[in-house]
């Protein structure tokens, strides 16, 4: 037998000059042949490390296994025993920190290219168009309302009319998909072709997608179970509350929360200006705040809307930045300039109230704090002006408390996420669940689907005891 | 889809709209608004519901066309429908029995969002003086509708052409003068006109009320493009608001942020009389 290759077969991509200037997806796919040849790397383990990484527990082996054998229906049925929106997840997953890297070949090598087989199996599925089989309901089939459309909600949708409950997501947006739609731009995750296509799936099931719908202000959760008719009620509101630094000149002109930013440019296509009617401002030098994905993403969102000069501002090291690597990679290859150990303090507007400038100091790493990371000091006098007409702040999101301030009886916490059980999503007020960014604050898609899939569970098990 | 019922034309390039939206407009309070988008292609713009009738099941918005998205909009005819219309949005105003005497001040087309809060005001009791104010009288819109609602009703127009000759602070200013003993002041329109009524009530220490309208994009606190300086805090007009402490309001970083796409803006004007045949370059 051949010696098996210590690497990963490489992920087809556009080249970063061609790339930056385009929103089509970067990354290709494998075609049949480099997934069967990376399966095959998988030494099939006796107790697969992998799975322990992979937050809904997909039975990673043997969907590889079925790669191996060119079952490819096999595989992806495989897959979604455990999780519902494969080809999103082996896209967006940040694959290292979790499946891939507890596989046994990262001690040797790299990992088996889970992710990237998770996509091609769901991608190969996809592309065949099998029609849904609509569900029949029962006659008196209970009613449970999902209020927000993001991977939290459509997979507690998805699993709970699977189990013939009749389903209605309440979207406050034009689009379902929450982030998926608005925030994840086009270039990493393709709209047409993989979340509405999910989403048109669910539609076709038999569930309810009803958009421009503000739960809080349409109708609150206690009107939705007592005058609407609904058993139970799902929370996946997601933490869309942008944060700002509270620094001088945020509010000057020039000055974005990422997700205005990649809300303008995703949701409205501000890309397509004017054709598509909302504009975005981009103008030469932009300097997006913040080291995450959503950092990296408004980035190179920037770039590809004309930016000449595009910067992260970044107050940690490089070591530091909690984006997945993938995506930092791809970011410098595309040639954005990371100026890390840096941290805004102004925002300096010129007399007519736009951006000129974003105020730095730099910051040196102290000793490693509780959480191990070593947390960055001021250097004093070291203030210096990056030229900037655009700044976009990425520094995290809140809870919207739409919901929970209407919803008498369901707790949150200090920082104004929703208190539910981890294992079944129960909130403090009966018949109310909660899963998500809501309930965790900003995770992973994975995290908030597999929290729609448990809320699932324990919505079936409450209404059959009700 | 939300059907058009119902449109006419106030004055020119004024438009009422009577919507089919029974959600809305079973929901709907005095100082609460819409974002709607007319098609797959357009920008989500948010207007004030200027009326609503709940057993009809619709909603009344009024709307100037300034720009493309509110010509894309002026440009429906009855019979036809807007693709998305999502709300009520926004915090209601604040209505009670016992305020006393409330001023309800509208500049232009401030008059359309400030009627159902003089309505409001009206039947729970108090006593409404309305001041509405336009530049001259062929532009001057729902006066009768004002009139049925107030106590008191005083038109003013910059040019003289009907009522008192002058802005509606000159109004406001004779109230003052004659003794009439003001409890709350509402005052809706353009941002020169809110920030001088603030302006001339700061130093009586008449409370007052203003109803911003920075550019918005979801109208849910998603964004953060609707922020607007409020003494010395932040605000999302869309959830905290849209109305406030006229006193408090930073007036003029309002003014700038307003004009943050008006180039832009303008040439989506421009593609847009393209597309429809007024552009001469098509
Ligand atoms: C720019 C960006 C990039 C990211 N990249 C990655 C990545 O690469 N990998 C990864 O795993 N994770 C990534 N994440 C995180 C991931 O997207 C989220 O953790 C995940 O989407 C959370 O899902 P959710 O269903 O809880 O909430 P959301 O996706 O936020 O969906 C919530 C939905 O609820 C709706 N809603 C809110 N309030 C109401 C209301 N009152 N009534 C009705 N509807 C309402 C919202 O409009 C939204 O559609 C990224 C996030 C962002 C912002
Ligand atoms: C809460 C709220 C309620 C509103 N209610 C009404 C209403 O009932 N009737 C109505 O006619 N308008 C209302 N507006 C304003 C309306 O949303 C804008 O006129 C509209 O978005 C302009 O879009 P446009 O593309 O047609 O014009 P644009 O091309 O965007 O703008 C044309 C001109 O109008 C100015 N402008 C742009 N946006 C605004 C704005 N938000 N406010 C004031 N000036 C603006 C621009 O600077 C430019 O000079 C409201 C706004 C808010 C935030
Ligand atoms: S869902 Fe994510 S963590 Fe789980 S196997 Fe797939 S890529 Fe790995
Ligand atoms: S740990 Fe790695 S090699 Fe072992 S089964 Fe999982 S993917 Fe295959
Ligand atoms: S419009 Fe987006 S937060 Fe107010």
């Known amino acids: 037998m051949m010696a098996l290759s210590l690497k990963k077969h490489p992920m087809p991509e556009q080249a970063p000059e061609v790339r930056a200037h385009n929103f089509e997806e970067v990354a290709l796919g494998y075609d ?40 490819f229906d096999g595989a992806i049925a495989k897959i979604k025993e455990s999780s519902s929106l494969p080809a999103i997840c082996g896209r967006v997953c940040p694959q290292e920190n979790q499946c891939e890297k507890y596989c046994v070949l990262a001690n040797k090598g790299e990992a088996v290219a889970i992710g990237r087989l ?28 999902v209020i927000g459309a993001g991977p939290a909600g459509l997979a507690c949708a998805g699993d709970l ?62 009107e939705l ?138 910051m040196e790493l102290g000793e490693p704090d509780a959480s191990g990371r070593r947390s960055p000091k001021a250097v004093e006098g070291s203030e210096f002006d990056l030229e900037v007409d655009t700044v976009v702040m990425a520094i995290g999101q809140g809870p919207n408390p739409i919901v929970a301030s209407t919803t008498p009886g369901m707790e949150t916490n200090k920082r104004g996420n929703i208190v539910a059980d981890p294992e079944t999503g129960a909130t403090t007020k009966p018949g109310v669940f909660a899963g998500g960014d809501i309930v965790t604050g900003a995770a992973t898609v994975i995290l908030a689907m597999g929290a729609g899939k448990k809320a699932a569970a324990a919505i079936d098990e409450y209404l059959k005891n009700k | 889809m939300f059907k058009i019922l119902e449109k006419k034309e106030l004055s020119p390039g004024v438009f009422r709209m009577v919507i089919d939206a029974p959600r809305i407009a079973k929901k709907t309070q005095p100082g609460q608004f819409i974002i709607e988008r007319v098609d797959e292609e357009s920008e989500r713009i948010p207007l004030t519901v200027a009326d609503f009738d709940r057993e009809k099941g ?32 926004g915090k209601p105003s604040e209505v009670a029995e016992g305020i006393g005497t409330v001023v309800c001040i509208g500049g232009g087309i401030g008059v359309a969002p400030v009627y159902p809060i ?36 005083i038109v003013t127009t910059d040019d003289g052409t009907y009522g008192i000759k002058g802005f509606v602070t000159t109004a406001l200013g004779q109230l003052v003068e004659r003794g009439e003993k003001i409890d709350r002041v509402y005052a809706i329109g353009p941002v020169v006109m809110m920030k001088s009524v603030a302006d001339a009530t700061r130093p009586l220490a008449l409370p007052t009320v203003v109803s911003l309208n920075p550019v918005m994009v979801d109208g849910t606190g998603m ?26 309001v930073d007036f003029n970083a309002l003014r700038t942020r307003q004009g943050m796409y008006r180039d832009m803006e303008a040439e989506a004007e421009k593609e847009h009389k393209c597309r429809i045949g007024l552009g001469r370059d098509s």
């Open chain 1, 118 to 145: 998770e996509r091609f199996a769901a991608d190969r599925e996809m592309a065949q168009n099998r029609p849904v089989e609509p569900i029949h309901y029962a006659e008196d089939a209970k009613k449970v309302a």
């Open chain 1, 32 to 71: 049949e042949e480099t997934a069967v040849a990376e399966a095959e790397r998988c030494l099939h383990c006796k107790i697969p490390q992998c799975r322990k990484g992979c937050p809904v527990g997909i039975d990673i082996p043997e969907f590889i296994a079925k790669i191996k054998e060119r079952d």
């Open chain 1, 161 to 222: 009319a699977r189990k013939g409950y009749r389903v209605t997501i309440f979207e406050a947006l034009h689009t379902a998909g929450g982030v998926l739609s608005y925030g994840i731009p086009e270039f990493r995750l393709p709209k047409e072709k993989i979340v509405k296509k999910e989403i048109s799936n669910l539609e076709a099931m038999g569930v309810k997608i009803e958009l421009d719908s503000v739960i809080g202000q349409l109708y609150t959760v206690d």
């Open chain 1, 225 to 362: 179970m007592q005058e609407e008719g609904f058993d139970a009620v799902f929370v996946g509101t997601g933490a869309g509350l942008p944060r700002f630094m509270e620094i001088p000149g945020e509010n000057l002109n020039g000055v974005y929360s990422a997700n205005e930013f990649l809300t303008r440019c995703n949701l409205m296509k501000a890309y397509q200006f004017p054709k598509y009617g909302t504009p975005i401002r981009v103008g030469k030098k932009v300097a997006v705040v913040g080291g995450g994905n959503v950092a990296m993403d408004a980035a190179r969102t920037a770039l590809r809307l004309g930016a000449e000069h595009v910067y992260i501002v970044y107050r940690r090291g490089e070591e530091e930045l909690p984006a997945r690597r993938e995506e930092v990679l791809h970011a410098k290859a595309e040639g954005i300039d990371f100026r890390l150990l840096n941290n805004p303090v102004e925002v300096v507007g010129d007399d007519k109230g736009w951006v000129k400038a974003i105020r730095c100091i730099k």
């Open chain 2, 58 to 89: 619709t909603i009344t918005l009024i709307f100037q066309a300034v720009g493309a998205s509110t010509e894309l909009l002026a440009e429906k005819k009855e019979g036809e429908s807007i693709l998305n219309l999502v709300g009520p949005l």
């Open chain 2, 118 to 153: 003089a309505r409001a005001m009206k039947e729970a009791g108090n006593k409404v003086i309305s001041i509405m104010g336009a530049r001259s009288k062929e532009i001057l819109i729902m006066e009768d509708e004002m009139r049925a609602v107030s106590d008191e009703t």
């Open chain 2, 223 to 248: 964004c953060g493009g609707c922020r607007v300086q409020v003494g010395t805090e932040t605000k999302f007009a869309c959830v905290d608001g849209p109305e406030f402490d006229g006193h408090l």
